[in-house]
């Protein structure tokens, strides 16, 4: 049920009757299946000169059906264009696609790393699914406010200017979707009857922002493996990489082999550690754990005695593994961060690219040392003196930062910037009350392996969540946590990491039907290519029913623990 408000009933009143003359060409989306269809009242190039001062539309084009996409038009702008402080130039971009068979729906894909590209824009909802223009919604995506330079820094400088933290922390959300709200009235005479946020790791952020900062823009968001807590992780990576790099091998110039940490068998070796320690806690051996919070692994199980050896790992291994997974602290014992849960997925290559990287020599290409330029630039205030553009300038900086100090810089104000980034960047309020009060729905979904955003904070945020609403129950009708055993992040991992979010969302949205379970599906990578579960809200968990294949999800219910 859908609520709609004295002024906005009035609203569609006056609108419909100014449209009168042409509502014959116009049709109205009547079925949560999208059956019937609206045409465009307005043809695309009209768009660029009805966008107003403050937009510049660089394209409005009619796109022919292709093999990927459908019709439509697409229309890139730039929004509030200026130039910084540093005399950098910013705007907001906005790639917005409106397809001739529009369903009446709009989805905001929101965008990973720190932005900086506008991106295809066409919606993934995963689980191979067609994108959501094939669909037939209305998407938009969007760049932040700032374009990323080429080069190791990955364009975090954009961190060092006051706005451009702010436009990407959340004012681009908040400004790019009423800009393309106003060009979906202009295009088909009338707006979405249903607005949707998609967006995994920093995009998932971006979707908790708008449940909290601007809870009347959405009706349903899911967002995956969410980095709600972006400058505490960036402490935290800090610190997992200070740990690792300091057991290194060291390279012919002096500096550590960040990737030969822990070579790869050691990782399999933890990773079968893992699994057969925790696997069947959850009442089934078939791989998958579960059962996450019964897991009580601990690395020094595999500690050597003495030498280390192919079957077990060296106590310096050992304590930098602790290291990472405990998380970090300041020296007055402040918890910085969340602890990571033990999982099957460690082994793979997806965690390894974020952790340790795959070079055989001193220069790094682990991609939680790739962002520790935002640590500097974008996270502390002040910003860290610009680093040397070079990847080797990051790591040292990386490997070198006092966590306690850059601690306090996370929270720190200046004249320049009177929002700390802590302020500006994060989501981690548990006060949705407006979007919880407007009927809005949020899906959250994280791997358990993610090895960068750790599912336990996501979990703990969750906890939060339910205590300021009343409980379970309360908490589970309008927003509902699956967890995804050994994916990492995003995807990937020994994991069903394979579903659909949009279409259980859109279900509960518009229909009431709460996701009981979202089917998944194991990737070819996976030891189980043909594996089907089902992922649970959380608390509850798939639990075997005892009878019929263990590869098949009709054989898996969601019970509690």
Not at 40 to 46: F, G, H
Not at 292 to 303: H, I, K, N
Not at 361 to 371: E, G, H, P
Request: neutral net charge; glycine residues 10%.
């Amino acid at each position: 049920m859908v609520i709609v408000s004295v002024r906005e009933r009035r609203h569609r009143q006056v609108r419909q009757a100014a449209l009168g003359c042409i509502a014959s060409v116009v049709a109205i989306a009547t079925s949560a299946a999208g059956g019937d269809t609206i045409s465009p009242v307005t043809a695309c190039d009209r768009l660029k000169a009805e966008a107003g001062a403050a937009v510049r539309v660089s394209g409005a084009q009619q796109r022919p059906a292709a093999s990927d996409l459908p019709a439509h038009c697409e229309v890139i702008a730039h929004l509030d264009e200026r130039t910084g402080a540093d005399g950098q130039k910013f705007a907001i971009g906005l790639h917005l696609r409106l397809p001739e068979a529009w369903n009446g729906r709009f989805v905001f894909q929101g965008q990973g790393g720190t932005d900086g590209v506008l991106g295809n824009g066409d919606a993934q909802p995963g689980g191979g699914q067609p994108s959501a223009l094939n669909q037939g919604y209305a998407t938009v995506t969007t760049d932040a406010g700032h374009s990323n330079a080429p080069g190791p820094l990955g364009g975090a400088s954009f961190g060092l200017e006051p706005q451009a933290r702010i436009d990407f922390g959340y004012r681009a959300d908040d400004v790019v979707t009423r800009r393309a709200k106003q060009f979906i009235q202009t295009y088909y005479g009338r707006l979405p009857r249903y607005s949707y946020f998609l967006g995994c790791s920093n995009g998932g952020r971006h979707g908790m922002v708008v449940t909290q900062r601007f809870p009347d823009h959405f009706d349903g968001v899911a967002a995956g493996a969410p980095a709600f807590r972006m400058p505490e992780k960036g402490l935290a990576g800090a610190a997992a990489t200070q740990a690792f790099a300091a057991i290194s091998p060291k390279a012919s110039d002096g500096r550590p082999i960040l990737a030969q940490a822990l070579s790869q068998a050691d990782m399999e070796l933890l990773s079968r550690a893992i699994v057969q320690s925790c696997d069947e806690a959850d009442g089934l051996a078939d791989g998958i754990i579960d059962n996450v919070a019964a897991c009580r692994f601990s690395p020094r199980t595999l500690q050597c005695p003495a030498e280390k050896t192919a079957s077990c790992l060296s106590s310096a291994q050992v304590a930098a593994l602790e290291t990472y997974f405990e998380g970090p602290t300041t020296a007055q014992g402040r918890r910085i961060y969340a602890s990571y849960p033990y999982d099957a997925g460690i082994a793979t290559e997806g965690w390894r690219r974020w952790i340790l990287g795959t070079a055989p020599d001193s220069r790094v290409n682990a991609f939680n040392v790739s962002f520790g330029a935002t640590l500097a630039y974008l996270y502390m205030t002040p910003p860290q003196a610009p680093l040397a553009n070079e990847a080797e300038a990051v790591y040292d900086f990386y490997r070198s930062v006092d966590v306690t100090d850059a601690h306090a810089k996370i929270f720190g104000t200046s004249a320049a910037m009177p929002e700390s980034s802590v302020q500006t960047i994060s989501a981690n309020s548990v006060d949705l009350s407006g979007f919880r009060a407007r009927r809005g729905k949020l899906l959250l979904y994280h791997g358990v392996s993610d090895p960068t955003f750790s599912a336990l904070d996501t979990v703990g945020w969750y906890k939060r969540l339910t205590s300021a609403v009343g409980g379970e129950r309360e908490t589970a009708d309008f927003a509902r946590l699956f967890l995804v055993p050994g994916m990492n992040h995003c995807s990937g991992g020994p994991a069903t990491d394979s579903f659909d979010v949009l279409t259980p969302l859109v279900a509960w949205v518009e229909q009431g039907r709460a996701p009981e379970r979202i089917e998944a599906r194991a990737g070819a990578k996976t030891p189980w290519p043909d594996r089907s579960r089902p992922l649970c809200p959380y608390p509850r968990q798939a639990r075997y029913l005892g009878h019929g294949s263990i590869e098949q999800s009709e054989n898996f219910t969601c019970a509690a623990p």
